[in-house]
Nanobody, 123 residues
Framework: QVQLVESGGGLVQAGGSLRLSCAASGRTFSTYDMAWFRQAPGKEREFVAA????????YYADSVKGRFTISRDNAKNTVYLQMNSLKPEDTAVYYC????????????????WGQGTQVTVSS
């Protein structure tokens, strides 16, 4: 079992940047693949980015590729999402997710979820 707590959300103008953090409990963080998802009002939750347990592999949704960067610090049990060149359409609740299973980076199945952090991008 792992508990995830997101932080770093807020209100930012279009073109601005934010960095989200997700702190994980437990000693096995370094064995989990991690990901960020988001859900905008009235829309289904969508995948944003993923990073492998080692940090050597990453995968991004086309909508954020080149603007967002996922990273992790296993010593701090934390995964990050650096978001640059933000657009109003990036407005959503952002969720951190974790899994222990070794699946392909494209696989959207995750076992553990945080409570989410709101990101609002004004035009």
């Amino acid at each position: 079992q792992v508990q995830l707590v997101e932080s770093g959300g807020g209100l930012v103008q279009a073109g601005g940047s934010l960095r989200l953090s997700c702190a994980a409990s437990g000693r096995t963080f370094s064995t989990y693949d991690m990901a960020w998802f988001r859900q905008a009002p009235g829309k289904e939750r969508e995948f944003v980015a993923a990073i492998s347990w080692s940090g050597r592999s990453t995968y991004y949704a086309d909508s954020v590729k080149g603007r967002f960067t996922i990273s992790r610090d296993n010593a701090k049990n934390t995964v990050y999402l650096q978001m640059n060149s933000l657009k109003p359409e990036d407005t959503a609740v952002y969720y951190c997710a974790a899994r222990g299973a070794r699946l392909t980076m494209r696989d959207p199945r995750y076992d553990y979820w945080g409570q989410g952090t709101q990101v609002t991008v004004s035009s």
